[in-house]
Nanobody, 114 residues
Framework: QVQYVESGGGLVQPGGSLRLSCAAS????????MGWYRQAPGKQRGLVAR???????YYADSVRGRFTISRDNAKNMVYLQMNSLKPEDTAVYYC????????WGQGTQVTVSS
């Protein structure tokens, strides 16, 4: 199994920005399609963005144009740049290989509030 450590969350005002980081274990990280997910209180966890091994990206409608996913295969890292944050972006954010049975990491809390 691959293990994940997310970081970079925090409290930010509406319209602000945050950059999330995810460190993943595994010697063949570069071949994985990686995703960022989020879970708000009382809601199911859902996919926010994903990036393939060759850098192709997909975004949920709710974040397209505001969030950017990227990766550094040499460092086994995935990033999520979040701009123009809204209160509805408040959630715990996780990263994981897409369509895998890996255990979830601890996540990183993002709170958007004035």
């Amino acid at each position: 199994q691959v293990q994940y450590v997310e970081s970079g969350g925090g409290l930010v005002q509406p319209g602000g920005s945050l950059r999330l980081s995810c460190a993943a274990s595994g010697s063949i990280f570069g071949i994985y399609t990686m995703g960022w997910y989020r879970q708000a209180p009382g809601k199911q966890r859902g996919l926010v963005a994903r990036i393939t091994s060759d850098g192709s990206t997909y975004y949920a409608d709710s974040v397209r144009g505001r969030f950017t996913i990227s990766r550094d295969n040499a460092k086994n890292m995935v990033y999520l740049q979040m701009n123009s944050l809204k209160p509805e972006d408040t959630a715990v954010y996780y990263c994981r290989r897409v369509q895998s049975g890996d255990s979830w990491g601890q996540g990183t809390q993002v709170t958007v509030s004035s």
